[in-house]
């Protein structure tokens, strides 16, 4: 999961993308010192000359941190390193005027491919990401719950892994919008995504289910870790700024939380009815606190008297 938002996403995927040209400048540049025999960069033959390229300073110094987690950009590290160790063989071998063996030619030519395939890979990622994400908070989009949750409920039917899910519900959130407007309401749930986000771990999803309302996906947690996990960000939040009133003043929410695990002999959709049910719980106990669905001991009870309460008044 990439952790930046989509103005941050977009910036990094612009920045990549000089980068990929920055490379196809310096293989052209190598390509024509090889056919013309013209005098190429004498940097090129130094060590390190990996870092050094346009191509180099970007990925050792200007990338975004954010993209350090994804293991595409690993793997380009591995490639261009390769690239240039196989482009400062052939220099010198034209540098002392002796034929270039076809073998080191067409593994320069295949590193470079490989290196460019890469690339293209961690773009895909990036453009898939900003497809795939809510504009405003940078949470993934609705449209991306089910096929996630479907994923990881396959997962655990096979009994490879199992996975928690938690419904979080800002409270009083409306209020926010009612005395400050939107525009500040916007801002909140925005800080909101970004604390929870930053605080879970690099596999773990964050959806905008709807309003300010979001489903978090907890991959390979059980119950007591996932309650633990998300108890931490509960209180994470109470004690952050989420935003601020147009005069300046800091604006701090706290949350709500519906937390089930993904039962291998229930749909997806069952699932999240439960964890939305154990929210209400939550909200209906007091609010910002956590509340786990468990229908072998309370929950379904505690939920017919909410529901009671409710119709009754």
Known sequence: MFRMDPARLQQALEELQEATRDHGEWHEGIMRTIVCRVPGDPGDLEEGAHRRCRFGQWYYEQAHRELWEQPA???????????????????????????IPPQDYDELVAGSARL??????????????????????????RNEILPALREAGELARRGVQESCIAFMDLDRFKEVNDLH???VGD?????????????LRSYDKVFRYG???????????????????????????????????????????????????????????ECIDRADKALLLAKAAGRNRVISWDPAITTNVMLDRVIADDAAS
């Open 73 to 99: 950009y690993a793997a380009i590290e591995i490639e261009h390193t390769r690239l240039h160790q196989l482009a400062a063989r052939v220099l010198r071998e034209v540098a002392a005027n002796e034929p």
């Open 116 to 141: 460019r395939l890469e690339l293209d890979s961690l773009r895909h990622e990036m453009q898939a990401a900003l497809r795939n994400r809510d504009v405003l908070t940078g949470a993934y989009g």
């Open 181 to 183: 407007g939107h525009r």
């Open 187 to 199: 801002h909140v749930l925005a800080g909101a995504v970004r604390f929870v986000t930053d605080h």
């Open 211 to 269: 309003g300010d309302e979001f489903l978090i996906l907890l991959p390979g947690a059980h119950m007591d870790g996932g309650h633990r996990l998300i108890e931490r960000i509960r209180r994470g939040l109470t004690e952050t700024e989420l935003g601020a009133t147009d005069q300046g003043q800091p604006l701090h929410l706290t949350a709500s939380f519906g937390l089930t695990p993904l039962e291998p002999d229930l749909t997806v959709e």
